[in-house]
């Protein structure tokens, strides 16, 4: 199997990029970083993407203010809602 997207880790750095083959060696260093999740080449990544749902970042925006709506006025908070924006915005989530 080959990587279908780039594997990054937790401070977005990139941990393996897209088109790499997959190995059982492989499997085990990104279960000890903590990922779970990976999208393939083939039949895997179209099945994925029939489950996926992209929004627009006009969208996401309103979602996150929804969720951000009484604690926005918070310096700390609004640092937050930009960083998961574009977070997800970045990572078309």
């Not at 260093?29 to 903590?34: P, V, Y």
């Not at 779970?36 to 969208?59: A, F």
Request: hydrophobic fraction near 40%; include cysteine.
């Amino acid at each position: 199997m080959i990587l279908g997207r780039e594997v990054c880790g937790a401070s977005g750095n990139v941990l393996v990029s897209k088109g790499s083959p997959l190995s059982a060696a492989l499997g085990r260093r990104l279960a000890n970083w903590g990922i779970s999740t990976l999208i393939v080449e083939g039949e895997e990544d179209s099945h994925l993407e029939e489950n996926s749902v992209l929004i627009s970042p006009e969208k996401l925006k309103d979602e996150l203010m929804d969720k951000f709506t009484n604690v926005i006025h918070k310096p700390v908070m609004k640092k937050l809602f930009v960083a998961i924006y574009q977070y997800r915005v970045h990572k078309n989530i």
